[in-house]
């Protein structure tokens, strides 16, 4: 069985930072791919950032690339989330996801594509 688990989510003030992790367990675990999806209130989740092993580089949702930035420790079985230059409209639920099978990257954004996911962590951005 994985399991994922998501930490440093809480509260900051507009323009700040914060860095969020993820790490995996689980013998089963593979972790060719690992990736950040956010459910702002009463939205629908989305995307935010995927990394896959076979290229270990990030692709982001949206137009958040340049304030967020994902990366991976394989040996650790982690995938990390700095966010920084935060706007509220970034408060959302923020969760894990990890799949191992070998996703093409436009499907990297795709929910349904990831069998594990971690129960969330909130992150609130307000004065």
């Known amino acids: 069985q994985v399991q994922l688990l998501e930490s440093g989510g809480g509260w900051v003030q507009p323009g700040g930072s914060l860095r969020l992790s993820c790490t995996a367990s689980g013998r089963a675990f593979t972790g060719n791919t690992m990736a950040w999806f956010r459910q702002p209130p009463g939205k629908d989740r989305e995307f935010v950032a995927g990394?896959?092993?076979?290229?270990?580089?990030?692709s982001y949702g949206g137009s958040l690339k340049g304030r967020f930035t994902a990366s991976r420790d394989y040996a650790k079985n982690t995938l990390t989330l700095q966010m920084n230059s935060l706007r509220p409209e970034d408060t959302a639920f923020y969760y894990c996801?990890?799949?191992?099978?070998?996703?093409?990257?436009?499907?990297?954004?795709?929910?349904?594509?990831?069998?594990?996911w971690g129960q969330g962590t909130q992150v609130t951005v307000s004065s």
């Open positions: 990394v896959k092993r076979s290229s270990g580089i990030p």
């Open positions: 996801a990890a799949t191992n099978r070998l996703l093409i990257t436009t499907s990297l954004t795709m929910e349904h594509e990831y069998e594990y």
